[in-house]
């Protein structure tokens, strides 16, 4: 059956499961929020050619779940909703950092297919580092083919950019639009990297607070580790 919630859906424990997503449309009229545990929210359905499919916003906001399997898109995506999530606080980004706990970050592989998410809000807490559609990516992490058209990032943290705040995998044929506004290691598409960036670009505008380091149009900072490449 279809699923329209009106109001608000936050869900903390317990799990949602839709082993046949393409005939139940699924959609929530307020705010969404998850919280990371895994496989908390799943309308992924069966894998197909060995990835879950990602089929609107709320599939998007259900990989902080998953984060070591393998996505794609199935087609376009509308994120203008996000902006009203949460109380404006938006999109909650996929992956944090901790190095005690490395699993916490993006670890599996993101495919866009060539599609696009458009209107992605991201305004994190006061001080939240690492703020992207991805927070912070591992080193066996690939993130390919996507465009994030008119973000909105903005925070007073560090590590912040359109599509991953603090790259440590691969991002290849993959752009950004919009806006990015952050504290030190700010860029459009990463924030910093220590990983490979080839065949991307970003052309977002990226601004900085007083006292902010590290700041670039396409990533923040790379270190002598990271790869560019066209």
Do not use: C, M
């Not at 949602?16 to 009229?29: E, Q, Y």
């Not at 990835?51 to 609107?56: F, N």
């Not at 670890?107 to 992605?120: K, Q």
């Not at 440590?168 to 919009?178: A, D, E, H, L």
């Amino acid at each position: 059956a279809n699923v329209a919630i009106t109001n608000n859906y936050s869900q903390a424990g317990g799990h949602w499961i839709d082993a046949n997503p393409a005939s139940h449309a699924f959609s929530v009229g307020g705010s969404f929020s998850l919280t990371a545990d895994a496989g908390l929210f799943n309308r992924f359905g069966a894998r197909i050619n060995g990835a879950y499919q990602v089929r609107d916003v709320y599939d998007l906001q259900a990989i902080a779940g998953f984060l070591s399997d393998d996505f794609r898109l199935a087609g376009n995506l509308n994120a203008s909703s996000t902006a009203n999530w949460l109380g404006g606080v938006g999109f909650d980004p996929l992956g944090t950092e901790d190095e005690a706990h490395p699993e916490y970050g993006f670890t599996g592989t993101f495919d866009g297919a060539g599609f696009t998410i458009s209107d992605l809000a991201i305004h994190g807490l006061s001080s939240s580092d690492g703020l992207g559609l991805f927070g912070f990516t591992g080193k066996d992490a690939l993130i390919s083919n996507v465009g994030l058209l008119n973000v909105n990032v903005t925070g007073n943290g560090n590590s912040i950019a359109g599509l991953v705040g603090g790259n440590s995998g691969k991002i290849s044929n993959s752009y950004v639009t919009g806006t990015v506004g952050g504290g030190s290691f700010t860029g459009g598409l990463a924030g910093w990297s220590d990983g490979e960036i080839k065949n991307s670009y970003a052309s977002a505008s990226v601004t900085s607070g007083a006292g902010s380091s590290y700041v670039g149009g396409l990533a923040g900072y790379t270190t002598e580790n990271a790869g560019i490449r066209n």
